[in-house]
């Protein structure tokens, strides 16, 4: 079954340098990059996209870790398509805590797990279709993604837009 996931090259990620590598063994998926945009991650995106941890007592190291206070203040967000495309993204990510993941996995290669707790892991993946679907809305508009992959509504705006000079 075709399905789309959202991956997230982290700030950590980027400011490694493993941009190049994390795509390289991503494109061993044989899925399709429909999406991709960098970010500057506000707080109220990164407290969506961790909605479900807001209990957690390493909430808010996990917020200032998404929105590149450690780091650098972005975030590659990638989305991509094809067949079974959440496990194996998820496969080739490793476990979520980079010390249990297979060493040849993106997480077993270049994360970590900082005093506090946190886990810099380089890479974020959806968990399964539903949140696939909600991190997808939350991270792009339906006119960044090259095809319709979920219902939409045109709607008219009357809105200021900066232009190239």
């Given amino acids: 079954m075709n399905q789309a996931t959202l991956v ?10 493993l941009t190049g590598n994390i795509l390289t063994r991503l ?11 960098i970010v500057k991650v506000s707080r109220d995106l990164a407290q969506k996209h961790y909605a479900m941890l807001k209990d957690k007592p390493f909430f ?13 203040k972005k975030v590659m967000a990638l989305v ?4 079974d495309a959440i496990q194996k993204v998820r496969d080739i990510c490793g ?13 077993g290669a270049y994360g970590r797990i900082t005093t506090k707790g ?4 380089v890479i974020h993946a959806s968990a399964n279709p539903e949140e696939s ?3 997808i809305k939350l991270w792009f508009s339906p006119d960044e ?9 045109a709607v008219k705006k009357s809105i200021e837009t900066r232009v190239w000079a």
């Fill in 80 to 83: 991509y398509y094809g067949e």
């Fill in 27 to 37: 494109s061993e998926t044989k899925l399709d990059i429909v999406g991709a945009r």
């Fill in 95 to 107: 476990a979520t805590n980079p010390e249990e993941a297979d060493p040849v996995s993106i997480r």
């Fill in 118 to 121: 946190v886990y810099e892991n």
């Fill in 133 to 135: 679907e909600r991190e």
């Fill in 60 to 72: 808010e190291d996990l917020l200032k870790y998404l929105m590149g206070e450690y780091h650098k």
């Fill in 8 to 17: 997230l090259i982290k700030p950590d990620g980027l400011k490694k340098s």
């Fill in 145 to 153: 993604i090259i095809f319709d992959l979920y219902n939409t509504t």
